[in-house]
């Protein structure tokens, strides 16, 4: 599990296909304090480390998670969202976040307003409906609140607290970014479903 606060910025080393896809993360990280098998959310994907040295560590990306994600996109020098898994004792700072993305969203429009950037999102239609104004979604593994919906389309508001110490500093439109909606909209939606 995960809060959606971003601890990191990290950089994709090297990327290699073998049965899955391979790929060596740079990191700021202390990986004598990470332990092999630990889970760290990168661009918002659960992804276990496989390997590990000083300033990176490994992971393999199955084919299901590329054709999920946006780790399909990812080449040498990409900088993504680092979070490590939470502990119990930890600050809940953003909200509960699995690491298990849903689906892509792409950037339609970008807008600054004050020291602030308004970003402007396309969800897939079948993850739209879990989508609410002031609720929470992980957008590229950050945890956001959702200014306004409607359609398919929906707002955030990026200060600049976030986009310095996150990727979304970098961001444009027509990113295609990884989004895991609420687990408490999830199953809201199921209940309604079925009750």
């Known amino acids: 599990m995960f809060t959606g606060i971003i601890?990191?910025?990290?950089?994709?080393?090297?990327?290699?296909?073998?049965?899955?896809?391979?790929?060596?993360?740079?990191?700021?990280?202390?990986?004598?304090?990470?332990?092999l098998g630990a889970s760290i959310a990168c661009d918002g994907v659960c992804l276990t480390v496989v390997a590990?040295?000083?300033?990176?560590?490994?992971?393999?990306?199955?084919?299901?998670?590329v054709s999920k994600t946006n780790l399909g996109g990812w080449a040498l020098g990409r900088k993504l969202n680092l979070e490590?898994?939470?502990?119990?004792?930890?600050?809940?700072?953003?909200?509960?976040?699995?690491?298990?993305?849903?689906?892509?969203?792409?950037?339609?429009?970008?807008?600054?307003?004050?020291?602030?950037?308004?970003?402007?999102?396309?969800?897939?239609?079948?993850?739209?409906?879990?989508?609410?104004?002031?609720?929470?979604?992980?957008?590229?593994?950050?945890s956001l609140t959702v200014n306004e919906v409607e359609g398919c389309d929906f707002g955030i508001n990026v200060?600049?607290?976030?986009?310095?110490?996150?990727?979304?500093g970098r961001a444009r439109v027509g990113d295609r970014i990884n989004l895991e909606i609420d687990t408490l909209a999830r199953y809201v939606a199921r209940l309604r479903d079925f009750g």
Request: proline residues 3%; negative net charge.
């Open 7 to 35: 601890t990191d910025i990290g950089e994709v080393q090297a990327l290699e296909q073998r049965g899955d896809l391979r790929a060596r993360i740079g990191t700021g990280y202390d990986m004598d304090s990470v332990d």
């Open 52 to 65: 590990k040295g000083e300033g990176w560590f490994d992971v393999d990306v199955s084919a299901e998670t």
């Open 84 to 142: 490590r898994a939470l502990k119990v004792g930890d600050e809940l700072g953003g909200h509960i976040v699995s690491g298990h993305v849903d689906g892509l969203a792409e950037i339609v429009a970008m807008q600054e307003e004050g020291d602030s950037t308004r970003i402007t999102l396309r969800a897939p239609e079948a993850l739209a409906r879990y989508i609410a104004p002031k609720g929470s979604v992980a957008l590229n593994g950050t």
């Open 159 to 168: 200060i600049p607290h976030t986009q310095e110490m996150t990727t979304w």
